[in-house]
């Protein structure tokens, strides 16, 4: 795999920063940016276009896509939206991305977002009427997620039949790419070569668009290999693990952009971002963040005497 | 892989326990030892044949070992040893299997054990003659582990060429087997694949019997899965992952045996170990350790709903 490049997706402005009481201000967002921009990221997920009564931490995700974008030319803006209403802001912001979720689990889509599966896919159609109707050369890609795609902690194991299933309705809807999310924590590595291969299969290996890994067994990076085995080059990660302790301490949420960017520099694939400067952005969230936890090994630990990046 | 057996082999007690200052009591050592074993675990590594004033945490480990063997006819009881005398030892209590440290940073081997590599190899020589005197069927394994395999926190990096070098002379001097650890925690899994794939391709990867690895910088199960890849069915973990928490809190040292086995399980490689009672082992261990941190994802977050062990 030496020399292949890696996308590492950064949800921390988003997907970290949404359950985290204290709001941050769109500032200190904004320099947090920077620094992941300075370090190499190249892809940053910076908000969600929901309710702002709802979540009033991404309340400012208008104002962070333009501003962003105006600031850091070359880096590719995502955002979550929940509807085809947020992706109407979404487009109009500016943004280069937008994901829908939709979750494997009907009982998780139920409880946790009150909408069946058709529903949810109604808004996907809808959405990609707006998308069809985007002039020239501004139309955002577009992602359906499948959340709960390893597993629900409602309903138990997911039916790997149904995730593809789903996969294929996305695509028919107008999709351009369809991620799998392990938002429980609940995969493991078998599981992630078979589940990739079947919807790879489905929907074409170009349209499964990478993976959002969490590592609340642990299990995390070691999904990220079996990704990497099947010819996975997209994996979400989150700075400091941030957005989800959802159990005890150490049990983190997202997988730690610093453990995963020196795990694949490490094995000699190129993810463009450089440790040392990473960690830099980590003080600045550090700081942005006072008291709240931030996690990861290799921040405690330090990069091996005689690390030597990707070439 | 489905359906593989994989042997985990519990160091705990011996690479565990050596870390922390307060001595245990044998007789705590022989519950805990119990109820791993009543968790299906088949392989423990239950103290080290050091002198007593250097390591008093192992100074009764001719006891443990006779005990073991006493209670638990079935388990596979190892030991360490740094030389012939601690082999001597070994052998006079009965263990099944002696491992023999060798670190393939020479640097690290004189400044830990004050001994050159030819020295460490001379030692070697004297084990594999006491072995060749065991009366039929009483003559124990005989590993050789390549501690520093993976790099050196004194040197850097090890050339792959040197580890090969140093497994052969090991087999060539009477191990039956030789084991690779990360001591350092600095191993990738390009390089772990890569550098099993030179070991066995050097003396037959039926010699190869093992990956020590260590958790410091998150890679731990990762590394486990490229192992896998490469056909080592032998890990090496500890119970909470005890022994070793060489940096912050968090950054623990050894794999933590319960994740690793969620992990196997889940991806329906068979153990023989029920994660519910291991979850009962490190309760006893607990009590036995009050204030000592214990590691773990899978403890802290639980089983996913569903969870069925590997058929």
Not at 279 to 296: H, I, Q, S, T
């Amino acid at each position: 795999m030496d020399g292949i490049d890696v996308l590492v997706s950064e949800v921390g402005p988003r997907d970290g920063l949404q359950s985290i009481a204290p709001v941050m201000p769109t500032a200190a967002k904004l320099d947090w940016i920077a620094a992941l921009v300075a370090a190499g990221v190249r892809e940053i997920e910076v908000g969600s276009f929901v309710p702002a009564r709802l979540l009033p931490q991404l309340a400012d995700t208008g104002e962070v896509v333009r501003a962003v974008r105006h600031r850091h030319p070359g880096l590719h803006v995502a955002v979550l939206v929940p509807n085809a209403k947020g992706a109407e802001a979404a487009i109009a912001a500016g943004a280069d991305k937008i994901t829908l979720p939709l979750s494997a689990s009907e009982t998780h889509s139920l409880r946790n977002l009150r909408r069946t599966h058709e529903e949810v896919l109604e808004e996907v159609q809808r959405i990609a009427g707006l998308l069809g109707a985007c002039p020239e050369g501004t139309r955002p890609a577009f992602e359906g997620a499948l959340s709960t795609a390893f597993g629900c902690t409602l309903e138990g194991e997911v039916p790997e039949a149904k995730v593809v299933a789903l996969a294929e309705r996305l695509v028919a809807l107008g999709c351009d790419e369809v991620g799998l999310s392990d938002t429980t924590g609940y995969a493991n590595p078998a599981q992630v070569k078979r589940l990739v291969r079947a919807v790879q299969a489905a929907i074409g290996p170009e349209r499964l668009s990478g993976l959002h890994l969490h590592n609340t067994r642990g299990l995390g990076l070691a999904n990220v290999v079996a990704g990497l085995e099947v010819g996975i080059t997209t994996f979400d990660a989150s700075q400091g693990g941030l957005g989800g302790c959802p159990f005890a301490p150490g049990a983190s949420g997202n997988i730690v952009t610093e453990d995963l960017v020196f795990m694949l520099e490490a094995m000699g694939l190129r993810t463009g971002i450089d440790p040392e400067r990473l960690m830099a952005a980590r003080a600045v969230l550090k700081a942005a963040l006072p008291g709240e936890p931030l996690y990861g090994f290799t921040p405690d630990a330090g990069l091996p005497l005689g690390f030597r990046r990707a070439a």
